[in-house]
Nanobody, 123 residues
Framework: VQLQASGGGLVQPGGSLRLSCVASAFSLVRYTWGWFRQAPGKEREWVSYIRNSGRSTYYADSVKGRFTMSGDNAKKTVYLEMHSLKPEDTAVYYC?????????????????WGQGTLVTVSS
């Protein structure tokens, strides 16, 4: 089972990026998809998740109002639109999938992980 994340890069503060994560083995139905990030020297932290066949999304307070998670069930892909990026958003971003449509903000809740994509916010 593979999850493939992409879309990271270098962006100036205040800029935007869109991350994508595709997993051919999973749909948005009956699964929860999450985004996490890990900055150098810090623990992996939850950013967002989508569940309920893509109808429900939830965000960490640190990104609420700036990030938007969405999904395309036909493409088996989820996206993370990131706006008003700040230097503290710099991290490797990971997508993850867990079985069942459940609330899930802990890394341990997720069984499947992508390889990560690096987002660097710097001038």
């Amino acid at each position: 089972v593979q999850l493939q994340a992409s879309g990271g890069g270098l962006v100036q503060p205040g800029g935007s990026l869109r991350l994508s994560c595709v997993a051919s083995a999973f749909s948005l139905v009956r699964y929860t998809w999450g985004w996490f990030r890990q900055a150098p020297g810090k623990e992996r932290e939850w950013v967002s998740y989508i569940r309920n066949s893509g109808r429900s999304t939830y965000y960490a307070d640190s990104v609420k109002g700036r990030f938007t998670m969405s999904g395309d069930n036909a493409k088996k892909t989820v996206y993370l639109e990131m706006h008003s990026l700040k230097p503290e958003d710099t991290a490797v971003y990971y997508c993850a999938v867990r079985l069942g449509s459940w609330a899930a903000t802990k890394a341990a809740d997720y069984a499947y992980w992508g390889q990560g994509t690096l987002v660097t916010v710097s001038s």
